[in-house]
T-cell receptor, first 113, second 114 residues
Framework: AQSVAQPEDQVNVAEGNPLTVKCTYSVSGNPYLFWYVQYPNRGLQFLLKYITGDNLVKGSYGFEAEFNKSQTSFHLKKPSALVSDSALYFCAVRMDSSYKLIFGSGTRLLVRP | EPEVTQTPSHQVTQMGQEVILRCVPISNHLYFYWYRQILGQKVEFLVSFYNNEISEKSEIFDDQFSVERPDGSNFTLKIRSTKLEDSAMYFC????????????FGPGTRLTVT
């Protein structure tokens, strides 16, 4: 069965430092991968996606993610964290044979000043 | 920037009652979805809808659930006889057509069944 794992419930980082939020997936076939962010009392906001092509994809607010097929990972990164990046981050996968997104459990990012 | 909207933001209902959750997807989008998130758990897919019919549904989406696009703008989720375990945040999402992969989510409706 397809699944997504986010091994860290929370990531703490100081403002200005690089951040990484980890995601691994388990699917049969070629995945479409996504990152979403959720701020308090808001819906899930799309950040970026990997469909095909370049393994490094860039998205909104300076975030990027690297698709690694051999490690089945899609980690979210940002070179310099901002306090305003503090939120709940979700990794998701979709198969091309399906319409649904399968989500990870979410990682809370806390950026301290 | 266009957004998916959902009403109400919070719905409280008694067990056994029917509820209708409403969504207005982004206007040029063709694919519509419902997801739910029980407190402390993952976001789970319920159903997808395209061309006025269900294109995929999960095991959660049993006979108690139905979806409808009654006009050109609204997309609704009906739960016929609510159970305590239906208490969750329900998210509506939409996306454009073929070739567009990302789904855009609404702010959610918190459903509390007492």
């Amino acid at each position: 069965a397809q699944s997504v794992a986010q091994p860290e419930d929370q990531v703490n980082v100081a403002e200005g430092n690089p951040l990484t939020v980890k995601c691994t997936y388990s699917v049969s076939g070629n995945p479409y991968l996504f990152w979403y962010v959720q701020y308090p009392n808001r819906g899930l906001q799309f950040l970026l996606k990997y469909i095909t092509g370049d393994n490094l994809v860039k998205g909104s607010y300076g975030f990027e993610a690297e698709f690694n097929k051999s490690q089945t990972s899609f980690h979210l990164k940002k070179p310099s964290a901002l306090v305003s990046d503090s939120a709940l981050y979700f990794c998701a996968v979709r198969m091309d044979s399906s319409y649904k997104l399968i989500f990870g459990s979410g990682t809370r990012l806390l950026v301290r000043p | 920037e266009p957004e998916v909207t959902q009403t109400p933001s919070h719905q409280v209902t008694q067990m056994g009652q029917e509820v209708i959750l409403r969504c207005v997807p982004i206007s040029n989008h063709l694919y519509f979805y419902w997801y739910r998130q029980i407190l402390g758990q993952k976001v789970e897919f319920l159903v997808s809808f395209y061309n006025n019919e269900i294109s995929e549904k999960s095991e959660i989406f049993d006979d108690q659930f139905s979806v409808e696009r009654p006009d050109g703008s609204n997309f609704t989720l009906k739960i016929r006889s609510t159970k305590l375990e239906d208490s969750a945040m329900y998210f509506c999402a939409s996306r454009t057509g073929t070739g567009a992969y990302e789904q855009y989510f609404g702010p959610g409706t918190r459903l509390t069944v007492t």
